[in-house]
C-alpha cells in the first residue's frame, strides 16, 4: 500500500513563495521519476516539474526560473520551491511518483490527494 501525502500549500501574495513537500510510504520498487502536477478550475491537469532518479529535472516553461523540484531519497520525499507565485499558479498541486522500467517506460504510478495553492492580492 502506497500513500503519499503532500504538505505545504496554502495562500499567499503575488510575489510570494511557498514550499511544497511529498512524503511516499509503502513499498515503490524500481527506478523512480517524482514530480508535481496541478490542476485549475475547468482545466485539464498539467505538468508542472519532474525530477529523475539521477536528479535530471524538468519543467513546464511557465515556471522556468521560478520553480525548483528537488528530492531525498533517504527520506522519499521530494519537494517544490515556487518563488515569485503569480495568480495563474493558483491550483490544486498533485504529487507524482511513477516508476520506470530500464528502458524508462513507467510501469507504476502513484498520486497523492493534492493541496490547494491560492495566489491572490
Known amino acids: 500500500q502506497v500513500q503519499l501525502v503532500e504538505s505545504g500549500g496554502g495562500s499567499v501574495q503575488p510575489g510570494g513563495s511557498l514550499r511544497l513537500s511529498c512524503a511516499a510510504s509503502g513499498s515503490i520498487f524500481g527506478r523512480k521519476v517524482m514530480g508535481w502536477y496541478r490542476q485549475a478550475p475547468g482545466r485539464q491537469r498539467e505538468l508542472v516539474a519532474t525530477?529523475?532518479?539521477?536528479?535530471?529535472?524538468n519543467y513546464s516553461d511557465s515556471v522556468k526560473g521560478r520553480f525548483t523540484i528537488s528530492r531525498d531519497n533517504a527520506k522519499n520525499t521530494v519537494y517544490l520551491q515556487m518563488n515569485s507565485l503569480k495568480p495563474e499558479d493558483t491550483a490544486v498541486y498533485y504529487c507524482?511518483?511513477?516508476?520506470?522500467?530500464?528502458?524508462?517506460?513507467?510501469?507504476?504510478?502513484?498520486w497523492g490527494q493534492g493541496t490547494q495553492v491560492t495566489v491572490s492580492s
Open positions: 525530477i529523475g532518479s539521477s536528479g535530471s529535472t
Open positions: 507524482n511518483v511513477a516508476t520506470v522500467d530500464t528502458l524508462g517506460y513507467r510501469v507504476g504510478n502513484y
